[in-house]
Structures are given as C-alpha cells and as structure tokens.
C-alpha cells in the first residue's frame, strides 16, 4: 500500500479538486475528461483522493441543505 504524509494527501486532494473543476467549467470539453481519467487511473493513491473529494463534497451539500434558505434572501 501507498503510504503518504498529510500534506502529500492534500496535494493529491487538491490535484483531483483542480480536475473536477475542469470537467465542471467545461463540460464538453474531452481533453479535461480525458485528463481526469488519466489522473484516476495512473494509481490507487489518485482514486483514493478523488474518493476523498467526493466526500468532502457530499459533507458541504449537507451543510448547505441544513442552512435556511430565507439566510441568504
């Protein structure tokens, strides 16, 4: 198994946020996507950080349903 320092995760964290963005300001862009599978693809450390992207995501979606919305009116 892999093994990483705290701030070697983060950088990969990181890394796989910047690659997401990329997908999701350019949707039909194929040259990200492609760039993104790549990335996941080249090492188990890679899947895992987006994995770990993916939960942070899904903890702020959370936060920002549990938020009321006349908060921002």
């Known amino acids: 198994m892999d093994r990483f320092s705290d701030s070697d995760i983060e950088m990969l964290e990181i890394k796989a946020y910047q690659l997401f963005l990329a997908i999701h300001l350019e949707p039909d862009n194929p040259e990200a996507r492609a760039a993104l599978i790549s990335w ?33 009116q």
């Open 40 to 72: 996941v693809e080249e090492s188990p450390a890679h899947r895992r950080a987006f994995h770990a992207l993916d939960q942070h995501l899904e903890e702020v979606a959370k936060l920002l349903d549990a938020i009321d919305p006349d908060t921002f």
